[in-house]
């Protein structure tokens, strides 16, 4: 799987867009860009997925860089509750020897009251 | 439908004790993955099976763990002879196949291993 960097935390005020950026400049024509959270004590929470098409779902949104190399998490209104860290992992979809997600050290987002 | 369900949610092992942590898949999937977040760590991928087959252990330690993932039941990773470095969270995780799509991969809440 292609490394990806993230900073290593931010801060959002509660109920503005929060923004997170992921880049993955070696990334392959058949990888996908992946979000998952983590809040404090809980499992890995899947949030989206896409491949070069920015995506959106009912928790976020997903831009994708026309040349693939950044994408941007948008929570488009963030909440106490989203103070997690977020992890962006690109992964070759559609079976070999990536099946797996390989995960950094991803971005710790603190919103704010 | 139900999610990625582990049990126990937290375990307590004194010292040379055995750990079984189990693990039911989403239903319809039949791909499970087990990683360990040793305190203040990462997610670190432990083993990939899928029914009653080893796909990759590659990040199991050599002694003293292993895995399964019968025909019927759930996945089950078991520690022999547990130590303190062995206290950690361990999540499962599964999808619905590893092909082209719905391979989508779904954590569960994790089961916390904690050695006395």
């Known amino acids: 799987d292609a490394k990806t960097t993230q900073p290593t935390s931010m801060d959002c005020a509660e109920g503005r867009a929060a923004n997170l950026p992921c880049n993955h400049s070696t990334i392959s024509g058949n990888e996908y860009v992946y979000w998952y959270r983590q809040i404090h004590s809980q499992g890995p929470q899947y949030i989206i997925h896409g491949l070069k098409n920015n995506e959106t779902n009912e928790m976020a949104s997903l831009i994708i860089t026309e040349d693939r190399k950044s994408s941007t998490l948008i929570l488009p209104h963030a909440t106490l509750r989203d103070t997690a860290v977020y992890y962006c992992i690109v992964r070759v979809e559609g079976g070999g020897s990536n099946y797996k997600l390989t995960f950094g050290k991803g971005t710790l987002l603190t919103v704010n009251p | 439908n139900a999610g990625v369900m582990q049990n126990p949610r937290h375990l307590v092992r004194r010292r040379g004790q055995e750990a079984r942590l189990r693990c039911s898949p989403m239903?319809?999937?039949?791909?499970v993955y087990w990683y360990r977040q040793l305190p203040e760590e990462g997610l670190k991928f432990m083993v990939y099976?899928?029914?009653?087959?080893?796909?990759?252990e590659s990040g199991m330690p050599k002694e003293r763990f292993s895995a399964e993932f019968p025909k019927e039941g759930p996945s089950i990773l078991r520690i022999q002879q547990v130590v303190r470095g062995d206290s950690a969270a361990y999540f499962c995780?599964?999808?619905?196949?590893?092909?082209?799509?719905?391979?989508?991969?779904?954590f569960g809440e994790g089961s916390w291993l904690t050695v006395v």
């Open positions: 995780a599964s999808s619905r196949s590893q092909g082209a799509y719905g391979n989508t991969i779904y």
């Open positions: 099976l899928q029914k009653e087959n080893i796909i990759d």
């Open positions: 239903k319809g999937h039949s791909h």
